[in-house]
């Protein structure tokens, strides 16, 4: 599986970005795919989730009513929609896939991550 984010970039503060996660390869069962994002000195944090069918969704709580998670899965695709951006919103992002797969009679499950993009919000 592979994972390609676009779409980074750098914004004025209050200004918006879509990032992109584009994903290639074969998958098992997609238990979860998400946006995460890791700002210098910091541990990654999770942004945002959404279940395979994007009937579901969940944010971290500094980004609640700024950001929308969503996916085509017909193009096997996932965005992140980020309005009112503040320069705390700066971080390289990552788009994630847990990948559950049965491998030798075994259940296992696996992450895949992009190579990230640079989201840059100057004040």
């Known amino acids: 599986v592979q994972l390609v984010e676009s779409g980074g970039g750098l914004v004025q503060a209050g200004g918006s970005l879509r990032l992109s996660c584009a994903a290639s390869?074969?998958?098992?069962?997609?238990?979860?795919m998400g946006w995460y994002r890791q700002a210098p000195g910091m541990q990654r944090e999770l942004v945002a989730t959404?279940?395979?069918?994007?009937?579901?969704?969940d944010y971290a709580d500094s980004v609640k009513g700024r950001f929308t998670i969503s996916r085509d899965n017909e193009k096997n695709t996932m965005y992140l929609q980020m309005n009112s951006l503040k320069p705390e919103d700066t971080a390289v992002y990552y788009c994630?896939?847990?990948?559950?797969?049965?491998?030798?009679?075994?259940?296992?499950?696996?992450?895949?991550w992009g190579q990230g993009t640079q989201v840059t919000v100057s004040s």
């Open positions: 994630n896939l847990r990948d559950l797969c049965l491998r030798a009679f075994t259940w296992r499950e696996d992450d895949y």
């Open positions: 390869g074969s998958t098992c069962t997609i238990t979860a």
């Open positions: 959404i279940t395979s069918g994007g009937g579901s969704t």
